[in-house]
């Protein structure tokens, strides 16, 4: 027959323990008699042996903690060993007792988290319908490839002007892929983006290069679709009318050499 | 037209909630298209903080006329949100708010510890709490609370854990600055008391000469 065992969870941990055994003595962490509370969390951890429940490792090492400091404590001042490289500032007591108040400061934190949680449980957000409006039906211009390579020219004419002087190398920071979730996490929020949005934040060649590689690979992957609304406008980028989406990640990881091939011709 | 009342008017027919950004990029728009109309036109070089310190003033202003809703902060995104107290009725028109359970107390802990110290590896967290983090960990991590924002640099270059927007939005927090007594908590430094207190004030020993006079006793016992 399988061992019947209770797992102790009354409390989370030893420190835990701790905390509610100075608790129960009212008087200030900083003040608490530790000799004391090592013999009463000794007199816990045999109780729970007593009912046969399983004591964690770390009420053990606590207990270990507490039973050093107490035999130190036994000893006369002139007789304690000083242990090497020990210094007064690494007094077993304050380490404890550092300890202590901050796990109680966190724990109070968890609790004001906890406050916030049910309160948050009950605040709605206003969500209106949207409003009706004709879907802008007018055709769309297609895009070809040159439209874009002209578009990123300029894009990267600008980056020249303003913030690169060539002189500085930097990481590459960005890979195609991680352009590529970001352009989906955009279009995921919004129905279309223009065209130098996507570029609004990109501080360096490499970065608008890995971005608009990363938009050739999606379009390619029939994900996006590119248009404009009359000749010469902004171009505009879509998700592409829903077919059954292929996964994504990581054919365009392997299909990213040969974008590489597409921009170096 | 006054700043905050337009923000007021795009975030009440909004269908999520906006960042000043958002908003900001929208007071441009309506400036530069074909057909502006002349109100708009001035609104068209508005800056972010203009936005915010627009809509910090509306936030004031609906606070003061006490109203069942109140212009709400989460994430930096603004949006209308009820009061609290009419979460009764609220519940009744939408139904059973679809919110995954409450936090068990660990899970709390753990993520009070992250939100505070991060980027924090998980063997900090333990240290703190005592404990092992690991199931807690994982719930947090599953539930997208908190992710992975690097690596230490230490020996093993352990991941370091960060809290994710979902937290703020959880909790209701404008930013991670919002989180209660954040400059209490964020780098905690427990000084040692002056003149250590621990040992000096009777804290967890008897006075040395309690000691002394118990160790000349000892000889005479054991004789």
Redesign the interface.
Known sequence: MAEYKVKFEVF?????LLLYLIRKEEVDI??????KLASQFIEYIEMMRVFDLEI?G?FLV?ASTLMY?KSR?????D?QIVVEGEE??E?P??EL???L???K???D??????T?????????????I??EIEPDTRPKLEVSIFDLLGAVNNILKRIAATRDDGRNIFDDKWTVSEKIEQIIGVLK?RENVKFSELFADATSRSEVVCTFLALLELIRLKQLVCRQNDAFDEIEIGRAPVVVAPPVSETAVAATPEAESARHS | MELKFILESLL??????LTARELRDLLTAAAEAEDAAPEAKPFKKVKDADITAALEQLAKDHETAARS?RL?CVAECW??????????W??AL?GA?L?PS??S??G??T???I??RQPVTRAEVEQ?????VDGVMQTLLERGLVESVGRAEVVGRPNTYGTTELFLE????RSLDE???AD??RK?V?E??PG????D?????PP?EQ??L??EEKPVASE
């Open positions: 989370e941990g030893p420190l835990d900083y003040e608490v008699n530790l000799t964690a770390e606590m400091i404590e036994l000893l006369p001042v007789q007064e500032g007094d007591r304050w007792i550092r300890q108040v901050e796990y400061k966190f724990k934190a968890a609790a004001r988290l906890q916030l949680e049910a309160t948050q449980e009950n605040v709605f957000p206003r969500i209106p949207k409003p929020a | 009440f027919s909004a269908q999520k909630p809703y709400a949006q209308f949100v009820t009061q609290p107290e009419f979460g009764p609220l519940k939408v708010k919110r409450r936090l107390a660990p709390l802990e993520l009070a510890i939100a505070y703190i709490r005592g404990v092992a959880y909790f209701g927090l989180l209660p007594a209490e908590l905690i427990v040692k008391p250590l207190v621990t040992a004030l009777g804290l967890a020993t040395p000691l002394a118990a160790n």
